[in-house]
RNA sequence: UGGGCCGUGGUGCAAUGGUAGCACAGCGGACUUUGGAUCCGUAGAUCCUGGUUCGAGUCCAGGCGGCCCAGCCA
């Protein structure tokens, strides 16, 4: 028999990728392009941590170079030592690493590159093909023309080899200030391609490396080390975003007047997904300014952040599989994301019961002091996962939304005259409320039971239409759970100004709720550690602010709320 | 008349000159001891104008629209 086609099985992460980029290696490959090789490579700056952006360029790349029995090397730019650090490069591999990617012995640094580089700008000086220029900033910046305008030459551009060899030598040796000089290509100040018109290649920095430490005074810019490294290393396909297509160019041109072999560069769309930032400068500015706790808030995109929030990497990477490889600039429904996780989340997590906002109820003809547990499925998704026991009593705690006592229509939980069933145990019926005489807050529910429908039938096979989730008051444990929805309040807050971003803040990204309620099976959770609590959502354990003493859970995703729906269409209505 | 790139349902990705398809979101229904999950159904797209072709989303031309480039950032 035909085995169920089952829509929430995530498949494995092998199946080969099917996009542009896929189609241009599979074609090298067929054409015994650079042998038949493939090389990708995930070069990241360490200034920052990794998001979910970066997730799509790293499963691309590894990917790829799974696809075709290739090397995926991670790689990490660090020719910025201003703004670059070890805790970072830390980070990323930790995150790499999360994401479920080994890159073997195939870890580098441009930084480990820095002599060779030097020594390829030697000799394009030699070559003649550049030059160092004692021009200002700003007057490199005036020279260079602008969109519309041709540049003009700088006044240094013709001076000799020598001259040049010397000056660059002693810029490397320490002998001139920051701004004083800088070594540029030679090529074209009047190209159309700002990119070509006569780029800096290396520049004085008087400031330490996290990796060399003082070694070097002058470092190359980015556009001068990339395509070099990646020639070093052998890379046979150089992926990399959209904003580097005016740059390809230039690397062309030093790889060919440095006369070595160089990959083919594509370009693919970064990620953009509604309802979230992914610039390093915004992600910056709300830790900054206090928006957010930090690079792993789980607000955060960051890898980090969704990490402490319960994302799993397989989800990750089936999202980063799902929404495909373009050039096209597109934004992704964060919808999407949240669709995949819950589908992973569903399959693989365990069940529990847990009441966030508490309400007693008194079971009144419940004898006083008996006590039974009651059998309860680990995952109704994956029977090998179990049962467990669940204690039940005469007093409880249920959810207090799960309460109404004017209720509106096709409301079906528990209400005057309405009958509901307690997960797993039995039916009850509400009798009375106990309010607070002073403010009128439903203080306690009294209801009452019905013996013959232990485990949640009733034998004479009558219905109710709502099922609730509940634990005993005397076995409870308690915990703190916070609540997370989205950061910002609009679809596309990248369109505003950093500056602004604290107007469109979602007021309700967070929600602490302390005295939750859980059964007793969740008293010994540990930290990171992933659960479905029934009818609410996807929770994992905080792994920063958890401990046995106190329990923190972050809510990961709810769980899809076909009431709410209800509830919002209702209120559209009227 | 700077240059480069890109335009397919609401969203993302396919269709590689030959029936425009998949997923998410939406809507409707079935089922249900999670208002979960699952299942079934449904609506909805090739930027415009010409051209080539038996046949164009795909090739060509011209428009229109969007993104990127004037860091000693990456």
Known sequence: MEPKTNSSVIKPYKESQNNFVSLIVSKDVKDGKFNGRVQTRFPPEPNGHLHIGHAKSICLNFGIAADYEGVCSLRLDDTNPAKEGSEFAQAIIEDVNWLGFDWGNNFHCASDYFSELYQFAIQLIHSGKAYV????????????????????????????????????????????????????????MSSSNMNL??????????????????????????????????????????????????NRPLYDWFLDALGVDHPRQIEFARLNLNYTVLSKRRLAALIDCGHVSGWDDPRMPTISGMRRRGYTPEALREFCDRIGVAKRNTTVDLALLEHILRQHLNRTVQRAMGVLRPIRVVIVNYPEDQVEQINAINNPEDAAMGTRKVPFSRVLYIERDDFLENPPKKFY??????????????????????????????????????????????????????????VSAAHSVDAEVRLYDRLFAINDPASVPVEDLDSILNPASIEIIHGCKLEPSLADVTSGSRLQLERQGYFCVDSVDSSVEHLVFNRTVTLRDTWARIQKANNNKS
């Open 133 to 188: 220029d004692s021009l200002s900033a700003e007057d490199i910046r005036a020279y260079r023309g602008t969109l519309k305008e041709p540049g003009r030459d700088s006044p240094y551009r013709d001076r000799s080899i020598e001259e040049n060899i010397d000056l660059f030598e002693r810029m490397r040796n320490k002998e001139f200030k920051e701004g004083s000089h800088v070594l540029r290509a030679k090529i074209d």
């Open 197 to 246: 018109r006569d780029p800096v290649m290396y520049r004085i920095l008087h400031v330490s490396h996290h990796r060399t430490g003082n070694e070097w005074c002058i470092y190359p810019m980015y556009d001068f080390a990339h395509g070099q490294c990646d020639s070093i290393e052998g890379v046979t396909h150089s992926i990399c975003t959209l904003e580097f297509e005016n």
């Open 413 to 470: 939980r528990l209400a005057p005259g309405q009958e509901v069933r307690l997960r797993y145990a039995y039916f009850i019926r509400y009798e009375s409320v106990i309010r607070n005489p002073e403010t009128g807050e439903v203080e306690e529910l009294r209801c009452t039971y019905d013996p013959d429908t232990r485990g949640g039938f009733a034998s004479d096979g009558r219905k109710v239409k709502a099922t609730l989730h509940w």
